[in-house]
């Protein structure tokens, strides 16, 4: 696998952060008297973006949300080399013997590691993915490039292990990391400085576990990475999992920002601290997966929840699920092929089963799962009521009824999406395609109006006789305009298709950076919904300025023989497009997804055409009970009764 961050199909729900930074104050390094500490909050390295699109992901600042890493353990300890003991929380190994072993790079004039700093699970994770070393840094250092293969293959090997017994170990996707008993490392400890470090950042750190020993876990894995400050200070970053409980834990007091930083969301109840322990703690058994144990029992556990997601997505229509039924259908083929002998699963497998427990826990996170306050629909906030309406600008409800009212239907959408500063990715990336076909079929139209407009003007009786004048007729005029609007829309319908391609939305990360830009406060949201209604108010203005340049040819300087025809069928069409408008009677009232059920709501407002509606109603009875009276006596038929019904009429 690439070292770059994933990109991956599938994952819904995504929130972002506006602020770009934290004011929690960083915990005190231990054994730290004075300041000089990591800024645990503030000096975080930019996170990976996360493999899978998830239901929500959160950005924080300039931060791509960080990839889940999901944990799944039964209740005995997790041991990649189960034949040897974890290290004991009050064992000192200050004293012990560090062992360089095959490092790639001399030694140097170095600083030692002196304060110890807790560090969430996120950072480790930015860490591995952002942190990379290139093949352009290895010209002038002691690693040599090979260039010649030796007789028989006589080539130096790694070692098994370095230092006092660091085991490497190769994630499938290719990352090397060590374990010494059971503390894990990202760190490249073939190279001897980093060895060093690590070794003197594994002492500082059993010693301070030697003072809080009553406290700890008996199942306890810990992570430790070395962080370089400005000044060359070197702190040793770590965090430690509590396998038991699934949780991770550090030895001071930490803000909430180390399990809930990437969702920036206010937390009541320890229970749902729960899920933000879960995500971090899967997260960590990804990152680490060789010889872990999962049993049969929790595998199937996992894929009833999924299959519970693709029924909830099949008949719900504002169902959480973070995956539309075609993802949910592979995932639950990919968990069914899984097998497991004995709770023994490959580390393959194990990545696999990890990031969906993470990401699964994630989604409990975000939408409260577990608490009197959980989100059960997905366009429903947790934080206000939004069945009510929220009123609009003076200027977005004039440009919404002069773009036929389309805006107000994108604005409903995007409330529905882009919800307590998070994307629905589901309902997103089906609004994307949908405006995507939108655009690409007016084009069609658009052009053949264009071309009738040539056409139109190119008339001798229109063109005044191909006679140049500085003077232009009014249907030359309109006409003029109807070729603007319509190459206005041909052009935007364009630009908006390659700036909202679906594969470019196909992320979580992806729509929550379009969006935090676009609609990250209510008049921007207004005005990314006209942006997007522009295309249907070039396309509908120009039908509607085409139709009247025709309109004034039949009418101006033509007999009656001519008017009283295209009156009529001017008049017929009118009735008939009324119908299709009224059409949005069908819709609910509360969900008004489409201009048709948008344009209805509006014109009932207006006297005309309330009246206009019942007189038809009261002609429509007149006329049927006219013709049941005249089927049985023809006589009826008089012209009293023509007068009578020209009276209805007026």
Not at 140 to 157: C, D, F, L, T, W
């Amino acid at each position: 696998m690439a070292d770059g961050p994933h990109t991956s199909t599938l994952h819904p729900y995504t929130s972002i952060l506006l602020t770009g930074t934290t004011d929690t104050p960083a915990t005190p390094a231990l054994g730290v008297p004075q300041p000089g500490y990591l800024h645990a909050t503030g000096s975080r390295a930019p996170s990976r973006a996360s493999d899978v699109s998830s239901t929500t992901a959160f950005v924080e600042g300039s931060f791509e949300s960080a990839p889940p890493s999901p944990v799944i353990l039964q209740d005995q300890p997790l041991s990649a080399e189960p034949e040897q003991d974890c290290v004991e929380p009050c064992k000192d190994v200050a004293d012990q013997n560090v062992t360089p072993g095959a490092a790639d790079s001399p030694s140097k004039s170095r600083r030692q590691v002196e304060w110890l700093s807790p560090m969430p699970v996120s950072f480790f994770v930015r860490n591995r993915y952002e942190k990379r070393h290139y093949l352009s840094e290895m010209h002038g250092s002691a690693v040599q490039e090979i260039k010649e293969i030796p007789a028989m293959n006589k080539m130096r090997p790694r070692p098994d292990s370095v230092g006092r017994g660091w085991k490497p170990y190769v994630h499938p996707e290719g990352q090397l990391y060590f374990r010494w008993k059971n503390i894990y490392t990202n760190s490249y400890l073939y190279d001897s400085d980093q060895l060093q470090d690590i070794e003197e950042a594994a002492d500082i750190l059993e010693k301070e576990l030697q003072v809080h020993r009553a406290d700890l876990p008996e199942n306890i894995e810990i992570t430790i990475e070395i962080y370089v400050e400005g000044d060359g200070g070197k702190l040793a970053c770590y965090y430690i999992c509590d396998l038991d409980a699934e949780k991770v834990l550090w030895l001071v007091d930490c803000s909430i920002d180390y399990l809930v930083e990437e969702e920036h969301m206010p937390v009541y109840d320890e229970a749902h601290l729960l899920h933000a322990h879960g995500n971090f703690y899967w997260q960590h058994v990804q990152m680490f997966p060789h010889n872990r144990i999962f049993s049969k029992n929790r595998l199937i556990e996992l894929r009833t929840i999924l299959t519970y997601h693709l029924h909830d997505r099949a008949t719900s229509r504002t169902s959480n699920a973070p995956y539309d039924a075609d993802d949910l259908h592979r995932f639950v083929q990919v968990f069914g092929d899984i097998e497991i002998i004995g709770d023994c699963v490959s580390e393959y497998d194990m990545v696999k089963i990890a990031r969906m427990k993470s990401l699964l826990c994630a989604e409990q996170l975000r939408h409260y799962h577990g608490t009197k306050w959980a989100r059960l629909d997905a366009n429903r906030s947790v934080h206000r009521d939004t069945s009510t309406k929220c009123g609009h600008s003076w200027w977005f409800n004039l440009l919404s009824f002069l773009f036929f009212f389309t805006p107000s239907v994108y604005i409903k959408r995007l409330d529905e999406m882009w919800l307590d500063m998070k994307i629905n990715h589901q309902p997103w990336r089906k609004f994307i395609s949908e405006i995507q076909e939108d655009w690409t079929a007016s084009i069609t139209p658009s052009a053949v109006i264009l071309t009738a407009n040539v056409g139109f003007l190119a008339i001798q009786s229109v063109d005044q006789g191909g006679t140049a004048y500085p003077d232009r007729t009014a249907g030359q005029i309109v006409s003029y305009i109807s070729t603007i609007l319509t190459i206005g829309n041909i052009i935007a319908c364009t630009i908006l298709a390659r700036q909202h391609r679906p594969s470019s939305h196909l992320h979580a990360d992806d729509a929550l950076s379009y969006l935090v830009e676009r609609a990250g406060t209510r008049w921007k949201a207004e005005r990314l919904a006209i942006i997007l209604s522009i295309p249907t108010a070039f396309f509908l203005w120009g039908l509607f300025t085409f139709s009247a340049a025709i309109l004034w040819v039949c009418f101006h300087d033509t007999y009656i023989a001519t008017r009283i025809p295209v009156l009529s069928v001017a008049v017929f069409s009118a009735i008939l497009v009324m119908l299709v408008v009224m059409n949005g009677e069908w819709s609910p009232p509360q969900v008004v997804h489409s201009v048709p059920a948008t344009m209805r709501q509006q014109f009932r407002k207006i006297p005309v055409r309330r009246w206009t509606e019942q007189t038809l109603k009261k002609l429509s009875r007149r006329m049927t009970g006219l013709a049941r009276r005249t089927s049985s006596n023809p006589a009826a038929l008089s012209p009293e009764r023509d007068l009578e019904m020209g009276e209805v009429v007026r």
